[in-house]
């Protein structure tokens, strides 16, 4: 059975920086691409970064040059560096896994594996 259990969030000011973990067990696929996600109150999931297992890595336009996705897959652990944190940042932040290359890295209904969330809240 597949885990993916997010930690790492909390609460900075902006400019500040946070990393996020998801730490994943059971995945037993060759290939991935891993995502996360953040869903704001009374907003949809959106996409923020992904990396596959060639370590292809894309961005959100609204991250870009900001936050920094990497997997260590020795130990099976997905980051994401977050600086110059802004409080539109502020949401609660999911990884989610894959196997499958197709379909766009944003589209959340292609990931068949999700965290919990973990929480990120950034103040003015």
């Known amino acids: 059975q597949v885990q993916l259990v997010e930690s790492g969030g909390g609460s900075v000011q902006a400019g500040g920086s946070l990393r996020l973990s998801c730490a994943v067990s059971g995945y037993r696929y060759s290939r991935y691409v891993m995502g996360w996600f953040r869903q704001a109150p009374g907003k949809e999931r959106e996409g923020v970064a992904a990396?596959?297992?060639?370590?292809?890595?894309i961005y959100a336009d609204s991250v870009q040059g900001r936050f920094t996705i990497a997997a260590d897959n020795g130990n099976q652990i997905l980051y994401l560096q977050m600086n110059s944190l802004k409080p539109e940042d502020t949401a609660m932040y999911y990884c989610?896994?894959?196997?499958?290359?197709?379909?766009?890295?944003?589209?959340?209904?292609?990931?068949?594996?999700w965290g919990q969330g973990t929480q990120v809240t950034v103040s003015s």
């Open positions: 990396i596959d297992s060639d370590a292809k890595r």
């Open positions: 989610a896994a894959r196997w499958s290359y197709g379909g766009t890295w944003y589209d959340r209904s292609t990931y068949n594996y």
